[in-house]
Protein backbone atom coordinates (compact mmCIF):
# COMPACT_ATOMS: atom_id res chain seq x y z
CA UNK A 1 0.00 0.00 0.00
CA UNK A 2 1.60 3.31 -1.16
CA UNK A 3 1.02 5.67 1.32
CA UNK A 4 2.91 9.66 1.53
CA UNK A 5 4.06 9.71 4.93
CA UNK A 6 4.39 13.63 4.82
CA UNK A 7 0.37 14.01 3.42
CA UNK A 8 -0.40 11.74 6.52
CA UNK A 9 1.36 13.84 9.21
CA UNK A 10 0.09 17.10 7.44
CA UNK A 11 -3.24 16.18 7.11
CA UNK A 12 -3.79 15.11 10.82
CA UNK A 13 -1.87 18.06 11.89
CA UNK A 14 -3.79 19.80 9.85
CA UNK A 15 -6.88 18.33 11.51
CA UNK A 16 -5.90 18.25 15.37
CA UNK A 17 -8.16 21.21 16.26
CA UNK A 18 -11.78 19.63 14.55
CA UNK A 19 -11.32 15.89 14.94
CA UNK A 20 -12.66 15.94 18.31
CA UNK A 21 -16.08 17.17 17.20
CA UNK A 22 -16.71 13.93 14.47
CA UNK A 23 -14.58 11.42 15.47
CA UNK A 24 -17.69 10.05 17.48
CA UNK A 25 -16.88 6.50 15.71
CA UNK A 26 -13.55 6.84 16.62
CA UNK A 27 -14.08 7.04 20.45
CA UNK A 28 -16.86 4.18 20.19
CA UNK A 29 -13.69 2.67 18.91
CA UNK A 30 -11.57 3.18 21.47
CA UNK A 31 -13.63 2.55 23.69
CA UNK A 32 -14.43 -1.14 22.68
CA UNK A 33 -10.29 -1.56 22.59
CA UNK A 34 -10.24 -0.16 26.29
CA UNK A 35 -12.13 -3.39 27.44
CA UNK A 36 -9.49 -5.68 26.01
CA UNK A 37 -7.05 -4.09 28.60
CA UNK A 38 -5.12 -6.57 30.68
CA UNK A 39 -5.71 -5.87 34.60
CA UNK A 40 -1.85 -4.78 34.78
CA UNK A 41 1.21 -4.34 32.56
CA UNK A 42 5.34 -3.90 34.13
CA UNK A 43 6.45 -1.78 32.56
CA UNK A 44 5.78 1.16 30.47
CA UNK A 45 2.60 1.65 28.15
CA UNK A 46 2.85 3.06 24.37
CA UNK A 47 0.22 5.03 23.26
CA UNK A 48 0.80 4.60 19.12
CA UNK A 49 -1.08 7.08 17.31
CA UNK A 50 -2.32 8.75 20.47
CA UNK A 51 -3.76 11.71 17.93
CA UNK A 52 -5.22 14.21 20.05
CA UNK A 53 -5.01 12.03 23.48
CA UNK A 54 -8.63 10.60 23.62
CA UNK A 55 -7.05 7.49 25.38
CA UNK A 56 -4.82 8.77 27.70
CA UNK A 57 -6.92 9.99 30.31
CA UNK A 58 -8.33 5.94 30.58
CA UNK A 59 -5.22 4.50 30.29
CA UNK A 60 -3.48 6.32 33.20
CA UNK A 61 -6.83 5.63 35.65
CA UNK A 62 -6.48 1.84 34.42
CA UNK A 63 -2.66 1.85 35.07
CA UNK A 64 -2.21 5.07 37.34
CA UNK A 65 2.19 4.17 38.27
CA UNK A 66 2.93 3.02 34.26
CA UNK A 67 5.12 5.51 32.39
CA UNK A 68 2.74 6.09 29.51
CA UNK A 69 4.57 7.17 26.13
CA UNK A 70 2.50 8.44 23.49
CA UNK A 71 3.58 8.92 20.24
CA UNK A 72 2.03 9.71 16.75
CA UNK A 73 3.54 10.57 13.37
CA UNK A 74 1.21 14.37 13.33
CA UNK A 75 3.40 16.72 15.29
CA UNK A 76 -0.10 18.84 15.54
CA UNK A 77 -1.90 15.80 17.17
CA UNK A 78 1.28 15.61 19.99
CA UNK A 79 0.59 19.20 20.50
CA UNK A 80 -3.25 18.84 21.22
CA UNK A 81 -2.71 15.69 23.34
CA UNK A 82 -0.54 17.34 25.31
CA UNK A 83 -2.43 20.39 26.03
CA UNK A 84 -6.07 19.32 25.70
CA UNK A 85 -5.40 16.05 27.64
CA UNK A 86 -2.66 15.77 29.98
CA UNK A 87 -1.75 13.02 32.06
CA UNK A 88 1.00 12.37 34.82
CA UNK A 89 4.25 10.89 34.03
CA UNK A 90 3.17 10.63 30.62
CA UNK A 91 6.10 11.61 27.39
CA UNK A 92 5.16 12.63 24.46
CA UNK A 93 7.06 11.40 20.64
CA UNK A 94 6.93 12.36 17.34
CA UNK A 95 7.60 9.20 15.33
CA UNK A 96 6.86 6.61 12.73
CA UNK A 97 5.22 3.23 13.56
CA UNK A 98 7.20 1.56 11.01
CA UNK A 99 10.73 3.20 12.38
CA UNK A 100 10.13 3.43 16.10
CA UNK A 101 12.33 5.51 18.07
CA UNK A 102 12.68 3.10 21.18
CA UNK A 103 15.06 0.67 22.65
CA UNK A 104 14.29 -2.99 21.81
CA UNK A 105 12.15 -4.61 24.25
CA UNK A 106 11.76 -1.52 25.75
CA UNK A 107 7.13 -1.60 26.05
CA UNK A 108 4.93 -4.00 27.92
CA UNK A 109 1.98 -2.93 26.65
CA UNK A 110 1.06 -1.48 22.98
CA UNK A 111 -2.12 0.12 22.88
CA UNK A 112 -3.25 1.44 19.26
CA UNK A 113 -6.92 2.41 18.20
CA UNK A 114 -7.14 3.48 14.22
CA UNK A 115 -3.21 4.24 13.68
CA UNK A 116 -1.59 1.49 12.28
CA UNK A 117 -4.08 1.13 9.36
CA UNK A 118 -1.91 4.13 7.64
CA UNK A 119 1.21 2.33 7.63
CA UNK A 120 2.53 1.51 4.22
CA UNK A 121 4.13 -1.89 5.04
CA UNK A 122 2.09 -4.47 7.22
CA UNK A 123 5.41 -6.41 7.76
CA UNK A 124 7.66 -3.64 8.78
CA UNK A 125 4.87 -2.79 11.22
CA UNK A 126 5.03 -5.87 12.59
CA UNK A 127 8.73 -6.23 12.87
CA UNK A 128 8.69 -3.04 14.71
CA UNK A 129 6.04 -4.07 17.40
CA UNK A 130 7.84 -7.39 18.01
CA UNK A 131 11.13 -5.57 18.38
CA UNK A 132 10.15 -2.54 20.70
CA UNK A 133 8.02 -5.57 23.29
CA UNK A 134 8.96 -6.99 25.81
CA UNK A 135 8.82 -10.72 25.90
CA UNK A 136 5.83 -11.36 27.58
CA UNK A 137 4.31 -8.53 26.12
CA UNK A 138 1.08 -7.83 24.26
CA UNK A 139 -0.09 -5.48 21.49
CA UNK A 140 -3.69 -4.20 21.38
CA UNK A 141 -5.09 -2.77 18.18
CA UNK A 142 -7.95 -1.77 16.75
CA UNK A 143 -7.61 -1.07 12.87
CA UNK A 144 -9.21 -1.01 9.33
CA UNK A 145 -10.10 -3.80 6.87
CA UNK A 146 -10.38 -3.15 2.75
CA UNK A 147 -13.86 -3.14 3.04
CA UNK A 148 -13.91 0.25 4.78
CA UNK A 149 -15.79 2.96 2.83
CA UNK A 150 -16.70 0.68 0.22
CA UNK A 151 -19.82 2.96 -0.79
CA UNK A 152 -17.48 5.86 -1.61
CA UNK A 153 -15.03 3.72 -3.75
CA UNK A 154 -18.02 1.80 -5.72
CA UNK A 155 -19.28 5.67 -6.46
CA UNK A 156 -15.63 6.96 -7.65
CA UNK A 157 -15.21 3.85 -9.46
CA UNK A 158 -18.42 4.96 -11.48
CA UNK A 159 -16.38 8.36 -12.27
CA UNK A 160 -13.19 7.90 -13.39
CA UNK A 161 -10.02 5.33 -12.59
CA UNK A 162 -8.27 7.33 -10.17
CA UNK A 163 -7.49 6.33 -6.62
CA UNK A 164 -9.82 8.53 -4.46
CA UNK A 165 -10.48 6.12 -1.38
CA UNK A 166 -7.61 5.11 1.35
CA UNK A 167 -7.04 1.55 0.80
CA UNK A 168 -6.15 -1.16 3.62
CA UNK A 169 -4.69 -4.19 3.95
CA UNK A 170 -7.11 -7.43 4.85
CA UNK A 171 -6.79 -9.05 8.24
CA UNK A 172 -4.95 -12.42 6.65
CA UNK A 173 -2.64 -9.71 4.99
CA UNK A 174 -1.83 -8.42 8.18
CA UNK A 175 -1.60 -11.34 10.15
CA UNK A 176 0.38 -12.90 7.46
CA UNK A 177 3.41 -10.59 8.94
CA UNK A 178 3.52 -11.58 12.48
CA UNK A 179 6.77 -11.85 13.01
CA UNK A 180 6.96 -13.72 16.30
CA UNK A 181 3.53 -12.09 17.46
CA UNK A 182 1.46 -14.40 18.06
CA UNK A 183 -2.31 -13.41 17.52
CA UNK A 184 -4.55 -14.37 21.12
CA UNK A 185 -7.55 -12.61 19.72
CA UNK A 186 -9.28 -11.39 16.56
CA UNK A 187 -12.51 -9.91 16.41
CA UNK A 188 -14.40 -8.05 13.36
CA UNK A 189 -16.64 -5.43 13.48
CA UNK A 190 -19.19 -3.86 10.64
CA UNK A 191 -19.89 -0.36 11.42
CA UNK A 192 -22.55 1.70 9.44
CA UNK A 193 -22.86 5.51 9.90
CA UNK A 194 -25.62 7.47 7.79
CA UNK A 195 -25.62 10.41 6.07
CA UNK A 196 -28.75 12.99 4.80
CA UNK A 197 -26.08 13.73 1.76
CA UNK A 198 -22.67 13.12 0.44
CA UNK A 199 -20.97 15.95 1.24
CA UNK A 200 -21.55 15.46 5.00
CA UNK A 201 -19.46 12.49 5.08
CA UNK A 202 -16.75 14.42 2.77
CA UNK A 203 -16.82 17.02 5.01
CA UNK A 204 -16.23 14.34 8.30
CA UNK A 205 -13.47 12.63 6.40
CA UNK A 206 -11.38 16.31 5.91
CA UNK A 207 -12.20 17.33 9.54
CA UNK A 208 -10.89 13.94 10.49
CA UNK A 209 -7.44 13.91 8.61
CA UNK A 210 -8.75 10.85 6.99
CA UNK A 211 -9.26 11.74 3.22
CA UNK A 212 -7.20 10.34 0.54
CA UNK A 213 -3.34 10.46 1.34
CA UNK A 214 -2.24 7.12 -0.98
CA UNK A 215 0.39 8.34 -3.71
CA UNK A 216 -1.26 7.93 -6.25
CA UNK A 217 -4.40 10.14 -5.87
CA UNK A 218 -5.23 12.39 -8.52
CA UNK A 219 -3.52 16.08 -8.38
CA UNK A 220 -6.12 19.16 -8.06
CA UNK A 221 -9.74 19.73 -7.56
CA UNK A 222 -12.17 17.68 -8.75
CA UNK A 223 -14.23 19.76 -11.44
CA UNK A 224 -18.20 19.99 -11.44
CA UNK A 225 -18.71 17.96 -13.27
CA UNK A 226 -16.77 15.03 -11.75
CA UNK A 227 -18.37 15.76 -8.67
CA UNK A 228 -22.02 15.84 -10.27
CA UNK A 229 -21.27 12.45 -11.30
CA UNK A 230 -20.12 11.13 -8.08
CA UNK A 231 -23.29 12.75 -6.42
CA UNK A 232 -25.04 11.18 -8.62
CA UNK A 233 -23.57 7.24 -8.17
CA UNK A 234 -23.48 7.35 -4.39
CA UNK A 235 -27.44 7.92 -4.69
CA UNK A 236 -27.94 4.69 -5.68
CA UNK A 237 -26.88 3.27 -2.84
CA UNK A 238 -29.43 5.46 -0.52
CA UNK A 239 -31.20 2.85 1.50
CA UNK A 240 -35.09 2.47 1.29
CA UNK A 241 -35.16 3.98 4.61
CA UNK A 242 -34.07 7.11 3.21
CA UNK A 243 -30.02 7.94 4.47
CA UNK A 244 -26.90 6.83 2.54
CA UNK A 245 -24.82 4.34 4.27
CA UNK A 246 -20.53 4.74 5.07
CA UNK A 247 -19.44 1.55 5.84
CA UNK A 248 -16.47 0.70 8.34
CA UNK A 249 -14.73 -2.40 8.63
CA UNK A 250 -12.97 -2.68 11.94
CA UNK A 251 -10.50 -5.04 13.48
CA UNK A 252 -9.47 -5.43 16.80
CA UNK A 253 -6.46 -7.62 17.59
CA UNK A 254 -4.40 -9.16 20.46
CA UNK A 255 -1.12 -10.12 19.76
CA UNK A 256 1.17 -11.52 22.38
CA UNK A 257 5.33 -11.61 22.03
CA UNK A 258 6.16 -15.13 23.62
CA UNK A 259 8.83 -15.52 26.18
CA UNK A 260 11.61 -17.31 23.99
CA UNK A 261 10.93 -14.32 20.93
Not at 22 to 47: H, N, T
Amino acid sequence: MQRDKRKVAQAFSRAAQSYDSVAQLQRDIADRLMGWLPERVDGCLLDLGCGTGYAAPSLREHYPDAPLLHLDLAHGMLAFAREQRPVSAAHYLCGDAEQLPLADASVALIWSSLAVQWCERPDRLLAELARVLKPGGRCLLATLGPDTLHELKRAWAAVDDDVHVNGFVSLDQLLAHNRGLRPVRTEVEHRVLYYDRLQQLMHELKALGAHNVNSRREQGLSSRQRLIRLLDAYEQQRLPEGALPATYEVYYLELFKEPSA
